[in-house]
């Protein structure tokens, strides 16, 4: 949230920065843990609100990975551009975590570790059935070509 008032702070921006900070200093003893042995899965996890910002109706969304049981990506911010619904709202969002997996499978080939399918958990049957349902209808042809690359690694 912090960044997107970097170019106009505020002084309670100001506050806010100097909270977290010392937040950050005081858990510099805290760490993530990755046991030994543990299992070579990978899950992506996906949500998003609806036009939860009030100045430009914008959804905020986000995802986080795990491997085995351990986070090992996540990242939370603002789309882009304004959606419809709900549903393409999500759908979108999914698209972003589906290209992060991509990425994370690609880094996990230099460890010779090949992973098959991927499981995407999201909590909108919309934008699921959205993603399996191979017929452009006309309530969505607005939804950038972009987002539609997600139907066909559903779909490999």
């Known amino acids: ?7 106009f702070p ?14 950050i200093s005081g858990t ?21 609100d609806f036009a939860d910002c009030k100045s430009d109706r914008k959804s905020t969304s986000g995802t986080c990975h795990l491997f085995g049981n351990c986070l090992i990506s996540c990242y939370s911010k603002k789309q882009h551009s304004v959606a419809f619904s ?13 290209t992060q997996i991509l990425w994370i499978k690609q880094q996990l ?4 570790l090949k992973l098959g399918c991927v499981p995407i958990k999201c909590n909108n049957i919309g934008a699921i059935n959205l993603t399996k349902n191979l017929v452009l209808h006309s309530r969505t042809k607005h939804i950038d070509i972009q987002h ?5 690694h559903v779909e490999k």
């Open 1 to 7: 949230m912090c960044a997107r008032y970097q170019a």
């Open 10 to 23: 505020k002084e309670s921006h100001l506050k806010i920065v100097k909270i977290i900070f010392r937040y």
């Open 28 to 48: 510099t003893n805290f760490g993530l843990w990755y046991p030994r042995g543990s299992s070579c899965c990978l899950v992506g996890f996906s949500d998003s």
């Open 86 to 98: 709900i549903v393409e709202a999500e759908y979108v969002e999914v698209g972003s975590c589906c």
């Open 109 to 112: 080939l230099d460890y010779d």
């Open 148 to 152: 539609h690359f997600l139907r066909d």
